[in-house]
DNA sequence: TCATCCAGTTAACAACTGTTCTCCGGAATT
DNA sequence: AATTCCGGAGAACAGTTGTTAACTGGATGA
């Protein structure tokens, strides 16, 4: 299935990727808005005027970033929402999916949470896109359950975009704690838990 | 009890406070770690070397503004999760207040949203510190409530946490549809208040 | 009245920014 | 084999940045 690509256009990507990376890690310490071009190629090891062989601006750039952290992100979404069993442990489960991916990808959880309401709207409005993707996404999930019997289709979006910022609160809570001890990490994960639950409940009697 | 400031500290003040504003404003469209310290003075109308007098560095004038932003919203939250009356209304009252303070203050809201998690750890700092404060607040306000009898202090906690994040989300919300027609600020009214809805009916059976 | 204080000014510094235009050399196409 | 394509380099542009030092002049306090 996969096309193989020509040395000029493998060469390519890859140094886009490297401008990606590059910015990726300027940005655990600022924002978007201030981020340089200059600033990026340096970083990268290229002339400043190879920056717009990839990117027409830094917004631009972000905007690719928005995409790599949160487009390879849907089906796992998908199927951590509606995976059998015991909505106790659907709810373990999910918080350890987040603080699992935390884990690995730190820099773009940041990242996101950082520019969600950042200084710069196409990168904002491209987040906003993709967390409506999620919320629509949970939405069909949680419609197909048969807990969702007899909820409007508004009601059941309403949910899921409760589902989809509590998920941010709980990455934004893992990142704050990634290099703290053991047991701060420990306490986030009951605070996130014990959330998720009374959200649950609530759903739970949502009809009565 | 009000004592009278000389000519010289009075005039101090208001440039003080002339240089919080225009750095407001200028953060609509930015974010703090890319606002630059002439800029400001540019916008103010004053040498660049003036800003020294009153800051150390544009961190310092954010963290400034967090507490002009959130310090005197404290007595309004106390007295808004402590207000008598149905459960119904005290959500209703709650939204309408959330959506005056946007309206009378959008860019302190902007401001908060922005650099909740933004690019300059010590206004990073100052915001948690207030926002935590706000949940140890309701906390106490909650704990008063014959609804949290039987309630761990930490669950208490727990739920004036996730009040408080649900107050931030809500504002955000209006904060975007700040300029859009009356019906989709409508439908975010609708949206918060059954967010708000769920979570209370989740308090209610949490005991189950 | 006179000396002190201090918010704001002026001038200058080296370092940095985004963007344009021109060029190079190896890959791609014919 | 000859030609086109194109990612990246180089140099130069006018503007911008934070920070320093030494200053002015009106308010302050003895």
Redesign the interface.
């Known amino acids: 299935m996969s096309h193989t690509l020509g040395i000029r256009q493998a060469q390519k990507q890859k140094t886009r990727q490297a401008f990606l990376d590059a910015a990726l890690a300027l940005?655990e310490?600022?924002?978007?808005?201030?981020l340089g071009l200059r600033e990026v190629t340096r970083a990268v090891g290229v002339a400043p005027t190879a920056f717009y062989r990839h990117f027409r601006s830094t917004a631009d750039l972000g905007v690719a970033l928005v995409d790599e952290a949160l487009g390879s992100l849907h089906p796992m979404v998908r199927t951590t929402v509606s995976t059998t069993g015991d909505s106790e442990e659907r709810i373990t489960r999910a918080i350890e999916l987040i603080s699992h991916h935390v884990d690995a990808y730190p820099a773009h959880v940041?990242f996101i949470?950082?520019e969600?309401?950042?200084?710069v709207q196409p990168v904002r409005e491209a987040i906003r896109e993709q967390l409506a993707r999620f919320a629509q996404e949970v939405q069909t999930e949680l419609a197909k359950d048969p807990e969702a019997e007899g909820w409007s289709e508004d009601?059941v979006l309403?949910?899921a975009?409760?589902y989809v910022?509590q998920m941010l609160?709980t990455a934004?809570l893992f990142l704050e704690a990634l290099e703290a001890p053991e047991d701060e990490r420990e306490r986030v994960t009951q605070?996130a838990t014990?959330?998720l639950r009374?959200?649950?409940?609530?759903?739970?009697?949502?009809l009565?």
Chains 1, 2 share one sequence.
Not at 29 to 34: A, D, G, I, K, M
Not at 116 to 119: A, M, Q, T
Not at 198 to 206: A, Q, S
Request: aromatic share 2%.
């Open positions: 940005l310490e600022q924002s978007l808005s201030s940041r949470a950082r969600r309401h950042g200084g009601d309403m949910l975009h409760l910022d609160i934004s605070l014990r959330q009374l959200i649950t409940i609530g759903r739970n009697h949502w009565d």
